[in-house]
């Protein structure tokens, strides 16, 4: 077991990678061979005849030690891909990609890691983020702050290749297998900050390459909409504000599936005419999805505790509240009358309770 650990060099914790050695009291320190992790890294649109483990093994040099290349298998609509297991040294910043020869020309192919841990987007470096980067604080203390070459573009979920070949190990210990075939669910919470969210969904753009067919993602706070008609008070926002959103949604090829209850799913709790209700929660999923699951329905839930509601969705469209169940909607606190309603109720009980005390009494 202890070398089973040993051997596998990806444990992290709180978003850093844990490096492990056996332990010997005469030698404390890591050695540079030491100071590295296993990922698994992903090169997108590479040129056909590039498409071999032989080639594979060539481009992961460029990452550090290869331990095992991934292909498609045949007839794969993963498109022109591969993924490499490369041991990467910690002491250096991540590869950001290699040129290729093609022809008289060079190609750029770019690399993504697979669940890679915190990384600088300023110096490249794993184990910290640009905002803890000393190399950042000392240049900005020069005046001569460089643009950051690294940035979230880099990071990517886990993709299946399927039934992919991949006959090039260095040992047989070391192959790490792909998952079965699954769904994707990817779960969101954008910035309320219009440049940063623009920024996240880029990245989401990028990152649904890697999802396959059949996904979904969505449920957390969106913190933007695809028009004002999902927008109740306030002033309205103009039609170019929602360019970004509807961008994304179109890019990534994502339908939206019916819903029931209360169309706006946050509000500001406020009252008269400062009261604004936003659809700020939403699943989005892919046509394979909806092909999949055509009976797949959201429903919308309003919370007391919380000003968004929470949204369930259900594959076999079997949302429905019976008859007998009632749920609370917050939102009726804002109304006028509620107070009335619920004195008037409350004391029409206490008269039920006198009567029934005198009857029992008697």
Known sequence: DKDIILSSKTWSFDGQYLLLKNWNP???EFHEEELCIRIWVQVWNLPLHWMSMEAGAKIGQKIGKVINVVMPGAGSAKGQLIKILAELNLKEPIPRGTNLKVGSENRWVEFRYESIQ??????GLIGH????CQLKKDDLKRNVLNVGQYGEWLRTTHINLGDGRNSYSKNADSQAGEPENHHWAVFVYASINVLDRKCQWNSLVRYSMSWGTSWFFGR???NDILSNSEKKG???RDEASFENFRGMVRDIGAVEPRFIGHPFTWSNNRKGQDFIEVKLDRFLISPDWMVNFPDVLIKHIPLISSNHSMIMMDTLGTFGTPKHMFIFDGRWTNLEGYKEII???LQERLKNIKRALIRWKA
């Open 234 to 236: 306030g002033a309205l």
């Open 129 to 132: 983020s640009d905002r803890n």
């Open 220 to 222: 957390g706070d969106f």
């Open 26 to 28: 005469g030698n404390l």
């Open 118 to 123: 915190t990384f600088c987007f300023y110096c």
């Open 343 to 345: 004195e008037d109720a």
